[in-house]
């Protein structure tokens, strides 16, 4: 069984799981992402960016609200402009013996690898002294780590795009959680919804085939392409996505609720799932080539998942409980 200070493939959902262990409650990091509808599809592309951007998952925090209001959690979530407040939030629940979820911007946070801005990162804190904070963040990370606390308090008061006020947060689970089983269908059906009908183009299927006609062109969009090009490929394997711009989580998520249900349409979304996550791998690959031909052959690929995830969401959405 895995320990309280155990990293995971994804940061939200590592930070979920040790405050849900805190809790007494186990379940695995896909089940978290499951149960929090955490998937999804973003196409991004503004003046204000160098390149664009593709991701694959709700907005940060969202799956953690998804999940609360799924397994019936009590969700406290603190939000301040004060920086003594901020702390004052945290010390009180780690004093009480409480591990506490913090979102902030990995950029100053000390053992981070990669030192690029991202206000939506999110961490587990189970403990500090006078000079460190003592965090639980991915595997790739280093999962138990420490970092000063004042970088820390700097992660917490940065501004700019995805970031929040110093949010800070604790979960308490009921007594006796409501049935997974009888969780895992809306949780599901919420994620097609979403995902078949997504309010603009970006999003959804409609963005992973919108992706596939702008990736084509990609080499037009950038003055560096052997950093762009095999940066968009990095971020879309490895920055805490799990593999496979989160396909690989949230197929092994299908996996398990087809343990847990019989139907006919989840194992078809499961098989379309698996599918899907082999090809987002091989077009990370393509695109990280930075070749004009890899990227068309990447656009074609990508023509064919937004059909392939179109299917499996179809498939999912008729599930009933």
Known sequence: MRTDREGGRHCETTA????????????????????????SFIYWDSKSLHFPFLGGRVKP?????????TLELELLVQETTSPRRAWENVAASIDAGRPVGLQLDSYYLEYFSSKVHFGGHVVAMYAYDDQDAYLVDTDQQGGA??????????????????????????????????????????AINACAEAFLHPPIANLGHRGIEKAGKQVRRWLERTDDPQRDLPQAALLMEKAGTGGALFRNLYRDFLGECTELLDSRDLLTGHKLYGEAATLWTEVAALIGTGDAQC????????????RIEYDAMQ???????
Not at 61 to 69: P, Y
Not at 153 to 182: D, V
């Open 16 to 39: 979920l799981g040790v405050l849900l262990r805190d809790q007494g409650v186990e379940l695995s990091e896909a089940m978290l992402f499951g149960l929090g509808s955490g998937l």
């Open 145 to 186: 780590v420490s970092t000063s606390l004042s970088s820390l308090a700097e992660a917490r008061a940065a501004r700019g795009p995805m970031t929040a006020k110093h949010r800070s947060f604790t979960l308490a689970a009921p007594r006796e959680l409501p049935s997974q089983a009888a969780r895992i269908v809306p």
């Open 295 to 306: 990227l068309v052959k990447a656009g074609t690929i990508l023509g064919d998942l937004a």
């Open 315 to 321: 498939a999912l959405s008729r599930l009933k409980a």
């Open 61 to 69: 925090f969202e799956l953690t609200r998804n999940l609360a209001r």
